[in-house]
Each structure stands twice: as C-alpha cells, then as structure tokens.
C-alpha cells in the first residue's frame, strides 16, 4: 500500500488537515509541501527585490530632478537680486520710481521662498533615497 494514501478516516490526532480523496486518506509529501513552501519565499524574495528596486530608481530621479529645480530656483534668485540691485542704482540717480523698488523686492522674496520650498523638497527626496537604499531603517529614523 502506498505510505499517502491509508484507509479509513482521520485519526483521532488528527485535526482533519489532511484531503480525503474517494475513501483515501492523502498525506501530503513533506518534501513536496517544502519544496512549495521554498519557492513561495523565493517569489516573495524576488517581489521585496523588485520592489526595492523600483523605489531606489524612482527616489534616484527625484533627486535628480529637485537638484535640476534647485538650479532653476538658484538662478531665479540670482535674477532676482540683481533685478533688485539695479532698481536700487537706478533710485540712487533718481531713475526708478518706488513702485518698481517694491516689485523688485516682490519678486526677491518670492525667489527666496520658491528657493526654500526647492530646498526643502530635496532634503525630502533625499530622505526617501537614502530610505530605499537601507541607509535609514524604520527603528533608526528620528521621531518627528
């Protein structure tokens, strides 16, 4: 008689866990549940793996692409400025008038925030890079 297939019911031990198949018991083969059990961690290794991966490219051109609005940001404040420090050349010879000093610091202002708020999201990405590639896990993060 083969070993998985016994007559009669479950034994008393058993719980019931084992299929019945035409009057036959059938225990399955613990190499076969083993092996399936193996090749269950290896996909869900295999999805972690791509996952990661995903989130290492993705936090990788965020980086990339806030360093790029930094820049754009940088020069914005630098136009700026030197908007600023022409309107005030022009004033000292009596050329511009007081509305355009106000825009100009207008205009400064706005290029100093957007350059914050630039700043500010690129630490942000950062985080998120240095998060994907291991180098912050959840327990060594700063409580906010």
Do not use: C, W
Request: hydrophobic share 40%; glycine share 10%; aromatic share 2%.
């Amino acid at each position: 008689m083969n070993r998985k297939a016994l007559l009669g019911g479950p034994s008393q031990g058993d719980q019931g866990t084992h299929a019945r198949s035409g009057g036959l018991l059938v225990i399955p083969d613990p190499l076969v549940v083993g092996e399936e059990r193996l090749e269950g961690a290896r996909l869900k290794g295999e999805k972690v793996r791509q996952r990661v991966a995903r989130e290492v490219v993705e936090a990788s051109s965020r980086v990339k692409s806030q360093g790029d609005q930094i820049a754009t940001a940088r020069a914005g404040l630098d136009a700026a400025s030197e908007a600023l420090r022409l309107t005030h050349q022009r004033a000292e010879f009596g050329v511009a008038a007081v509305l355009e000093r106000i825009l100009a610091e207008q205009d400064l202002t706005r290029a100093r925030n957007d350059y914050v708020r630039v700043m500010a999201e690129y630490d942000k990405v950062q985080y998120a890079l240095l998060r994907a590639i291991g180098g912050i896990t959840v327990d060594s993060a700063p409580a906010p």
